[in-house]
Nanobody, 125 residues
Framework: QVQLIESGGGLVQAGGSLRLSCAAS????????MGWFRRAPGKEREFVAR????????YYRDSVKGRFTITRDNAKNTVYLQMNSLKPEDTAVYYC??????????????????WGQGTQVTVSS
């Protein structure tokens, strides 16, 4: 089982930037699709971005396209989420997750197996 630890969250003003990191344990990190999700207060967990095992392809929810960038460093067992031009509506707890084995990991939480504990991102207006 892969263990995931997110970091890099915090309080930032609208228009600012943050970079989230997700460090994974385990030797099979490079074989997983990795995803970032978020949950705002009173809302369902929602997909933010995902990246293929090689890092060759990345996908984003429409509201973050052009502002967020997901990357990964398989040598460091780490996936990143660079967030620029942050908006108050980006405020949420952000989670990273590994795609579930035998499942094509897309944008549904049910397609992901291992989750981190989350890191809070708060964007003030």
């Amino acid at each position: 089982q892969v263990q995931l630890i997110e970091s890099g969250g915090g309080l930032v003003q609208a228009g600012g930037s943050l970079r989230l990191s997700c460090a994974a344990s385990g030797r099979t990190f490079s074989s997983y699709v990795m995803g970032w999700f978020r949950r705002a207060p009173g809302k369902e967990r929602e997909f933010v971005a995902r990246i293929t095992w090689s890092g060759g392809s990345a996908y984003y929810r429409d509201s973050v396209k052009g502002r967020f960038t997901i990357t990964r460093d398989n040598a460091k067992n780490t996936v990143y989420l660079q967030m620029n031009s942050l908006k108050p509506e980006d405020t949420a707890v952000y989670y990273c997750a590994t795609g579930a084995t035998g499942v094509i990991a897309g944008s549904l939480p049910s397609q992901y197996a291992n989750w981190g504990q989350g890191t809070q991102v708060t964007v003030s207006s």
